[in-house]
T-cell receptor, first 111, second 113 residues
Framework: SQKIEQNSEALNIQEGKTATLTCNYT??????LQWYRQDPGRGPVFLLL?????KEKRKERLKVTFDTTLKQSLFHITASQPADSATYLC??????????FGTGTRLTVIP | NAGVTQTPKFQVLKTGQSMTLQCAQD?????MSWYRQDPGMGLRLIHY???????DQGEVPNGYNVSRSTTEDFPLRLLSAAPSQTSVYFC????????????FGPGTRLTVL
């Protein structure tokens, strides 16, 4: 069956360190992979998209990698801040009009 | 711009009741979609629309109906609510297909007793 796994339900890190979140998938061939941030009681907010033929994407303190051989994406937040505390979701799209989400990783940045 | 708006924010229904969750966007997006979010599961696509008059099923469409008579609105109908439909529902819209950046609404928390 198709599955998207995000490394852990919760991740705690010290302020200033780099947070690394993992998204592993099986039985998908995603053309696109997205990362979203979700705060409690709110809808997800788009952060980054990476295509299957791209290895890495950056946006300010965020970096996403995409390894289609390992079937894995890594999401990095450098110089993390308490304001980065949220749940982060990965989402895969095998084609134009389908989108499958992982269950998310709740990140807490400790001051 | 208000972005994507959803009403109501909270709703409690009894089994068998019907209701419509409203979704509207003011960004002139062609694509709109509905998801449900349950604990321990990722967001799951219920229905989507690629433009006014065109809708299609997602991953979990059973028990839900949609229509898209205007670009702005995409209501989700529950014809006979069941406890299994207790969830948080999110509407999203986008310029491009679902594989690209989605703009989500604030969600509707629905409880079916």
């Amino acid at each position: 069956s198709q599955k998207i796994e995000q490394n852990s339900e919760a991740l705690n890190i010290q302020e200033g360190k780099t947070a690394t979140l993992t998204c592993n998938y099986t039985n998908y061939s995603p053309a696109y992979l997205q990362w979203y941030r979700q705060d409690p009681g709110r809808g997800p907010v788009f952060l980054l998209l990476i295509r299957e033929n791209e290895k890495e994407k950056r946006k300010e303190r965020l970096k996403v990698t995409f390894d289609t051989t390992l079937k894995q994406s890594l999401f990095h937040i450098t110089a993390s801040q308490p304001a980065d505390s949220a749940t982060y979701l990965c989402a895969l799209s095998p084609g134009a009009n389908n989108l499958f989400f992982g269950t998310g990783t709740r990140l807490t940045v400790i001051p | 711009n208000a972005g994507v708006t959803q009403t109501p924010k909270f709703q409690v229904l009894k089994t068998g009741q019907s209701m419509t969750l409203q979704c509207a966007q003011d960004m002139n997006h062609e694509y709109m979609s509905w998801y449900r979010q349950d604990p321990g599961m990722g967001l799951r696509l219920i229905h989507y629309s690629v433009g006014a008059g065109i809708t299609d099923q997602g991953e979990v469409p059973n028990g839900y109906n949609v229509s898209r008579s205007t670009t702005e609105d995409f209501p989700l109908r529950l014809l006979s609510a069941a406890p299994s439909q207790t969830s948080v529902y999110f509407c999203a819209s986008s310029f491009n297909p679902l594989g690209f950046e989605q703009f989500f609404g604030p969600g509707t928390r629905l409880t079916v007793l």
